[in-house]
């Protein structure tokens, strides 16, 4: 073997032109709080929001300050509540336990097979235990979502995605975080898109969208959403719902729209890396890859590999 891989695997890439001209824009007029727009202006937040809802063929979409904070969001708005029990896969990262435990809700953890993905005989034993599903498609890899649907719907399983791996995804051409009633992205810098910090949520159900938008600080101007549900039904909602403020800005969002434009030859050119590093990894002994369904569309961002029977000394060495 001559070539050796000099470059970084992790660190992230410059941002497009496109994104660093939207952002001087938007410096330059200073409008950078959401709602700080002129008469007849729509301003980038809710041109993000109205964009990723048709990219990702959703009725509602709102943009916040975090993936974590659109999980929590999702949550409170579904109606968890203070000492409810929320299911989740034991594979996952700490803000997802993390906004489970914000909303006063304790995690009961479903188990994970060696493709990485939730161990769907595992969540129809525990189906009867939680009313909730916080599924995390935790390093890109989907289950069978129908399937997985199927327990839930059965068992009246409320269930909200994590796509903080899953951006630009699908099963069986369903863009991933539309099964379930909640979708929620992370827009952060190591993530599919990037403003350093930031969140997607997006719905069907015009009763969480709105109660998501009054949680995330609208104030009274949520008429100022383009892909928000018509204002009668924020009648009742804007006087039960608490203002916890985490909305995103229009600096962000400017970044982030030509950003989600690109996605589609971003995952490309990502699954071209992917698939020459998983064939120079198959077939070493010892070394397992994880095989990609038929149904799955996956983002290959990043990739995994099992040490099966390896000691843990001999893993970490
Ligand atoms: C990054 C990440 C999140 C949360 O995103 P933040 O924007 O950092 O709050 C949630 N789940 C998973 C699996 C993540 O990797």
């Given at each position: 073997m001559s070539e050796k891989f000099t470059g970084s695997f992790t660190q992230q890439e410059a941002l497009p032109d496109a994104a660093i001209e939207a952002a001087l824009q938007v410096l330059r007029h200073g409008r950078l709080h959401r709602y700080n727009v002129t008469e007849g202006e729509l301003g980038e937040t809710a041109l993000l929001e109205q964009e990723f809802a048709a990219q990702v063929g959703a009725k509602y979409c709102l943009a916040v300050a975090s993936g974590g904070y659109a999980l929590a969001t999702a949550l409170r708005a579904v109606g968890v509540k203070h000492g409810d029990k929320v299911l989740t896969n034991?594979?996952?990262?700490a803000p997802v336990p993390g906004a489970i435990a914000s909303v006063g809700a304790s995690p009961v953890f479903v188990g994970v097979t060696e493709d990485l993905t939730i161990d769907l005989e595992d969540l129809a034993a525990k189906a009867d235990q939680a009313d909730f599903l916080m599924l995390s498609h935790m390093r890109g890899h989907l289950c069978d979502m129908d399937r997985l649907m199927q327990i839930c719907d059965a068992a009246g399983i409320v269930v909200i995605e994590d796509c903080a791996h899953t951006m630009g995804a699908a099963w069986n051409g369903v863009a991933s975080g539309r099964q379930g009633a909640v979708g929620c992205y992370s827009c952060q810098t190591y993530k599919h898109v990037n403003s350093g910090e930031g969140g997607l949520f997006v719905t069907d159900d015009a009763e969480v969208a709105a109660r998501a938008i009054m949680l995330s600080g609208s104030y009274m101007l949520y008429e100022r959403h383009l892909a928000a549900p018509a204002p009668e039904v924020f009648e009742t909602v804007k006087y039960e719902t608490p203002n916890i403020s985490g909305r995103m800005d229009n600096l962000r969002a400017a970044i982030l729209r030509p950003q989600l434009r690109d996605l589609k030859s971003q995952v490309a050119r990502w699954n071209e890396r992917y698939q020459v590093i998983e064939a120079g990894l198959r077939d070493l002994p010892g070394l397992t890859l994880v095989e990609r369904p038929e149904a799955e569309s996956y983002v290959g961002s990043s990739i995994q590999f099992l040490l099966l029977d390896w000691s843990a000394q001999t893993c970490r060495r």
């Open positions: 034991a594979f996952t990262l």
